[in-house]
């Protein structure tokens, strides 16, 4: 049993009445008083009389030091003072931090009468699991209940506290260790498998600590039957699936969440892809630079997979892992869309990563005769060889004609990729089509090249909701509200 406690975050003795009663009637099992947040002259016997008195329910009592990324700057004398008043105030829990306060956590302990222990410690940055470990073991036997928060910066490392927290959970400790920051969100949205005895979240709008969850969404996540999705890659930072797909549950009526979780290309191997699924989801999409290396991952693989050689998107089965490029569907949509292909057009796809040989695949299908270049030749040349087409190195000056279609299969273009375009102007011709696979921004620098030249452009846009709801549609077997996908991607890049 996990306990979900809101921390209220408020200035006044008012708010916290305020904050802690809307918290109880929402169906919070505890509230935690942040006590370093608010704006107070002293913290003796009387305020914490007061404070008490204004939370009617369970309740934590933090006092967070600066030391441990709160607010309060007391010095040691002055820290165990007010400790002392809240000791005395009545709340059900008390949070001792585990250096600041180690003095007092051995003198408390072994008192009868006294609130429940959270011994607590933050680390500033991510650390390995030995250390992270070696914490926790030492704030459960300092207090009653021992919680470790670490900041994460990809994925990985939320998966090495949830595995943490697997093992103390098996041994019966009461604790709780958290994942700070997005890609630590794993650690709040799975805590149910963890078994953590606690979880923070917060009131709407009122954060305490970065990556925490609104309440609402904390308590609707605790149910078994959520459907936890996400898309790995690196970089994943520019992505708009989180709010497409979340939209896409929503309208389904399905509880879920949709995790943008980074994993750097060293990291990515079966047993991660075993840790996703012991913590409970259903499936991932996956996205830059993984989808090759996924697919020789996966135990079964589905007709597009088979034909490109890459997989965009994975569910978890009993005891098997399945994967399928929905690129191409998406790809097909976007494109049938926009043109009619015919035989003799000329299409140039720029990369021959896994999105290459989606678009190589799809345009050969349509009839077009098809040409990749990329700065490996020998990539190209792979790309290439599934569709009996023709490969060039990048860069391309000097070496090309133009085409009637041209495909943007590289990052280059997106918000954060900054660097030189790979696709030169002379490429492009009246009437030539550009499909700029990045979205993100929606008028890339291709893009307005391609138009300076009377071509047209389209951005990944359309590509991107459709093969978002076919990865839904393998994920869920139900039929996405592909409308509502469109208008929260769209909505997420303004
Ligand atoms: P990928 O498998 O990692 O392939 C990336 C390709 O881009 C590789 O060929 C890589 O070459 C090349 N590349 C990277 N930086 C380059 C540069 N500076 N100059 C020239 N080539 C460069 O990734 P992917 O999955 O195919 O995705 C490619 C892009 O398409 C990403 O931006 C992705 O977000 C986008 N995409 C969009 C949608 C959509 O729905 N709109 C769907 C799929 C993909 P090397 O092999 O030499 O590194």
């Excluded at 207090?143 to 670490?150: E, F, L, N, Q, T």
């Excluded at 308590?219 to 959520?226: A, H, P, T």
């Excluded at 996205?287 to 088979?306: E, Q």
């Excluded at 965009?312 to 191409?328: H, K, L, P, Q």
Aim: net charge positive; aromatic share 4%.
């Amino acid at each position: 049993m996990t306990f979900i406690v809101a921390s209220i975050v408020e200035r006044s003795v008012s708010g916290v009445s305020r904050s802690s009663k809307k918290a109880f009637s929402l169906g919070a099992d505890l509230v935690e008083v942040r006590l370093d947040l608010m704006e107070i002259d002293r913290i003796d016997t009387d305020f914490m009389a007061r404070i008490r008195m204004a939370v009617k329910g369970p309740a934590i009592a933090t006092l967070r030091s600066y030391k441990e990324g709160g607010a309060s700057r007391l010095t040691k004398a002055a820290r165990r003072k007010a400790l002392k008043a809240i000791l005395r105030a009545g709340f059900e829990y008390i949070d001792l931090e585990l250096e600041s306060d180690a003095d007092l956590l051995k003198e408390i302990k072994k008192t009868r009468t006294r609130p429940e222990i959270i011994a607590s410690s933050h680390f500033t940055r991510p650390v390995k699991a030995r250390e992270a470990e070696t914490r926790l073991r030492r704030a459960c036997k300092a207090g009653d209940i021992g919680k470790v928060a670490m900041p994460c910066e990809d994925a990985g490392q939320a998966l090495m506290l949830s595995a943490i927290s697997m093992k103390f959970s098996m041994n019966g400790e009461r604790f709780t260790l958290i994942g700070m920051g997005e890609q630590g969100r794993m650690t709040r949205v799975c805590v149910r498998q963890m078994g953590s005895s606690m979880v923070y979240c917060c009131m709407p709008g009122k954060p305490a600590a970065p990556g925490q969850l609104d309440l609402r969404t904390q308590l609707s996540l605790y149910r078994r039957d959520k459907v936890v999705l996400g898309l790995i890659g690196h970089p994943v930072s520019h992505s708009v699936s989180q709010p497409m797909q979340e939209a896409a549950l929503a309208r389904s009526g399905l509880i879920g969440a949709y995790l943008h979780l980074d994993v750097p290309p060293k990291n990515l191997d079966r047993e991660i892809l075993e840790r996703f699924r012991s913590l409970g989801f259903k499936g991932l999409n996956v996205t830059i630079p993984h989808k090759k290396n996924v697919h020789s991952l996966c135990d079964r693989l589905g007709p597009s997979a088979l034909a490109t050689g890459a997989v965009n998107t994975v569910r978890f089965e009993a005891s098997r892992i399945y994967g399928e490029n929905t690129d191409v569907i998406g790809l097909t949509r976007m494109i049938e869309g926009k043109i009619r292909i015919s035989p003799d057009d000329s299409a140039l796809i720029v990369g021959a990563g896994g999105a290459a040989r989606s678009a190589a695949y799809v345009l050969s299908h349509l009839g077009a005769d098809v040409t990749v270049a990329a700065r490996s030749l020998k990539k190209a040349k792979d790309v290439a060889s599934m569709v009996d087409g023709h490969a060039l190195p990048l860069p391309l000056e000097g070496k090309c004609h133009s085409y009637d279609i041209v495909v943007n299969c590289t990052p280059m273009g997106t918000k954060s990729s900054g660097g030189r375009i790979p696709i030169p102007a002379r490429v492009f011709k009246k009437g030539t089509i550009l499909f700029d696979l990045v979205y993100n921004p929606p008028m890339t620098k291709s893009m307005k090249i391609a138009i300076s030249r009377e071509a047209k452009a389209v951005n990944g846009l359309d590509m991107l909701v459709h093969q978002g709801a076919q990865s839904f549609r393998i994920w869920t077997s139900k039929e996405p509200d592909v409308r509502a996908m469109s208008r929260a991607a769209k909505g997420a890049l303004r």
